[in-house]
Structure formats: structure tokens, C-alpha cells
């Protein structure tokens, strides 16, 4: 077996053959990697109510990638609710209407019907997950459609109460939590900036506020998906995608720890273009075999000449019997693991530059694959 470590680097020559063979390793576990990474980000199903014109679809749109409330295909789920999806994007939107209508307890009694029939289900990419009921700051009251509404929908999922079009509290939030007691706690928002006649600013608020509590309610196995699909919070999505490379390093450590001489180089391969894919899947990037292939070709030989050494050094002293085997093992799973912390903390920090200097948009994967391998060969050097 061609003698690899970690990372694909290549042994004391570190030629082009050898990297070459590397990076077919991890071209050959791109097709799982991708399906898989996909997989385990699951999807995230959001019931959103509200009035005609609270501002729901300027909610949606500044908070989830895609402008899902414009873009998305919708289709209708019952009477007065539509689901909103987008290729690409782990999220459901059920947008529901008609709260304004004198038969709103019909509408809320079809919608309970509903989420009650889909929160049966097996499959919890079935569930809707958690629900936004929208309340506009300007009515200054609170409905009984929006009373009747979270009553019957607290008994199936986690509400929050979402004050939009925010200027000016006046105790009025106060006021939403002591009457519809069922809310886990009322945000106020401001989804877009405003301009008033004066001249003065009042800028977006509270969308983060949101996203954190919704990330400390929704399921577990739904919290990949939210951080990924949302576009207000990179902390959300650094923190997801930091857990997958924690994860990665521990099973590198592990498959370094076999006393086989050179056996964990071919094992290794797969983990590490999981945890690309794992990583650009938290963050909502559109994972897929073409991505992962401009993102890996070339980021591997980048760095193969300056650390390879280390990994071979471990590897090789697996030949020595007794204490050589388990001392080899253990030096090399620590090497594995702290260069794959390093290699997944450095592609994290490449997409929250990108993303941070452009928020409206997702970075291509020609400019995170350049960016990326910049990255790497400057930490090499």
C-alpha cells in the first residue's frame, strides 16, 4: 500500500504519483459523503401564522437563504396553508392564512388536524417542529384568532411569538406573554431597515434573538438544518460545523490506532471528505458531487510536503513489535487527530470570512476551494 497518513500526505518523497493517489481515494468517497452529509443535516419544518400583512413573507425572506417566500415553490398542504420549499434549502415553511376570517376556527381546526396527522408520523423529517405565530406591534392587541391558534397548537409543538414590525414596545410584549401564556417567550423583530421622514434610520432587530431561541427549541436532529438553512446567525453555523470536525478528529484518532502499518491511510480518506461535506452542509452550502470535487482537487497536495513526515514517522513505527506497535498507534493518532481539528477549523474559518464579507449571497466553490487552499499552504508554511 502506497505509504500515506493523514490528510493525504505523501511519505518521504512526497511525489506527484503519491498525492495522485491520494486525492483518488477521496474522490472515490465523494458519492456517500455527499448523500450522507445531506442526510444527517435532516430537514427543519416551520408552521408560520400570522394576519394578512404582520409581515410574514419579509420575516421568511430575511431569514432563510433563497428569498423562499419569492422563489420557493409552494403548494397546499389544507384550506388556508401552503408549504414553501426550495431545492437546496433544508426547510419547510407552512405559511397559514386566513387568521383574519370570521371562520378562523375552522382554519385552526384544519391546522391542528394537520400537524397532529404529520407529529404521528415514524419519521421525524415528517414533524413540523416548532411554530412562529406573528403579531404585528402596530395592531397593539392580541387577536382571539391568535388566542384560539397557539392554544391549539401548543398541545402539538413549541411556540414563539414573534412581535413583527418593531418600533416601539410600550409594554406591549409584556402584554402578548401574560395573554397567550402558552408562547415560550415573545421576540420583537424588525426584518428590514426603515427610513423615516426625518431622516432617521431604524435599523433590522431581533432576527438573531430569533434564530437563537428556535435553535434552543427545535429537536436535536433539527438543529444541522436550521443553522443551515438560516442566513442571520454564522455563530449557529460555526457551532454546528465545529461538532462535525470535533467528530471527524476522534474517528481519524481511532482508525490511526490500528496496528497495521499503513492501514489507516485508506481509512482515513473518507473521513476527511466527510467532514468537508459535513462542514459545507452546516454552513448551507449546495453539497454535491461537483462541489466537493472542485473544493478537494489540489488542497491536499498543498500542504502534503511540510507535514507528511510527521504522520509517516507514527505510521512506520507500527513495524516494530510489542511497544513499537502500541507507541506507533498512539502517536499517530494524535497526529491524526490534531491535523484533522486543524484541516476542519481552517476550512470553518475560510466560510466565515467569505460569508462575512458577503452576507447576501453564498460563496461559489471556486472561490472557497482558492481561498481554502491559500489557507492551507500559509499554515503549512
Known amino acids: 500500500m502506497n505509504q500515506v497518513s493523514a490528510f493525504g500526505q505523501a511519505g518521504s518523497n512526497n511525489s506527484a504519483q503519491e498525492v495522485e493517489m491520494i486525492e483518488s481515494d477521496l474522490f472515490s468517497a465523494i458519492n456517500d459523503k455527499v448523500n450522507e452529509s445531506l442526510k444527517s443535516r435532516g430537514k427543519v419544518n416551520i408552521l408560520i401564522a400570522g394576519k394578512t400583512g404582520v409581515g410574514k413573507s419579509t420575516l421568511i425572506n430575511a431569514v432563510f437563504q433563497g428569498n423562499l417566500a419569492q422563489t420557493g415553490q409552494g403548494r397546499p398542504v389544507t384550506t388556508q396553508t401552503r408549504e414553501i420549499t426550495k431545492e437546496g434549502i433544508p426547510v419547510s415553511i407552512f405559511d397559514t392564512r386566513g387568521l383574519e376570517i370570521a371562520e378562523y376556527k375552522e382554519t385552526i381546526g384544519g391546522l391542528a388536524a394537520f400537524i397532529a396527522e404529520r407529529n404521528s408520523d415514524t419519521y421525524p ?115 454546528r460545523a465545529t461538532k462535525i470536525v470535533a467528530g471527524a478528529a476522534a474517528s481519524a484518532a481511532t482508525v490511526a490506532l490500528s496496528p497495521i502499518p499503513f492501514s489507516d491511510a485508506a481509512l482515513l480518506a473518507p473521513i476527511q471528505v466527510g ?65 484533522t481539528t486543524t484541516f476542519g477549523m481552517a476550512y470553518i474559518s475560510v466560510l466565515v470570512k467569505l460569508m462575512e464579507s458577503n452576507p447576501d449571497r453564498l460563496p461559489s466553490a471556486e472561490e472557497i476551494a482558492a481561498s481554502f487552499k491559500s489557507t492551507l499552504k500559509s499554515q503549512a508554511g
Not at 135 to 140: K, M, N, P
Not at 160 to 167: E, K, Y
Request: hydrophobic share 50%.
Open 125 to 239: 423529517m415528517k414533524h413540523v417542529h416548532i411554530a412562529w405565530v406573528c403579531i404585528s406591534e402596530g395592531s397593539r392587541r392580541v387577536e382571539d384568532a391568535e388566542i384560539a391558534l397557539v392554544s391549539e397548537l401548543a398541545r402539538f409543538v413549541p411556540i414563539i411569538g414573534v412581535i413583527t414590525q418593531a418600533q416601539s414596545d410600550r409594554g406591549f410584549k409584556n402584554e402578548v406573554i401574560s395573554i397567550i401564556p402558552q408562547v415560550r417567550n415573545a421576540i420583537r423583530v424588525r426584518a428590514l431597515e426603515e427610513q423615516l421622514d426625518s431622516g432617521h434610520v431604524i435599523p433590522v432587530m431581533g432576527l438573531e434573538d430569533l434564530i437563537d431561541l428556535t435553535m434552543d427549541l427545535v429537536p436535536e436532529g433539527q438543529k444541522n438544518a436550521m443553522a443551515a438553512a438560516q442566513k442571520i446567525s454564522i455563530k449557529h453555523k460555526k457551532e
Open 275 to 339: 467532514m468537508l461535506a459535513g462542514v459545507s452542509s452546516a454552513f448551507g452550502l449546495p453539497v454535491s458531487k461537483a462541489f466537493l470535487y472542485t473544493l478537494i482537487s489540489g488542497s491536499f497536495s498543498a500542504v502534503a510536503g511540510s507535514i507528511g513526515g510527521r504522520a509517516l514517522v507514527a505510521s512506520a513505527m507500527k513495524f516494530i513489535p510489542g511497544v513499537g506497535t502500541v507507541a506507533g498507534g498512539m502517536i499517530a493518532a494524535g497526529v491524526a487527530s490534531t491535523l
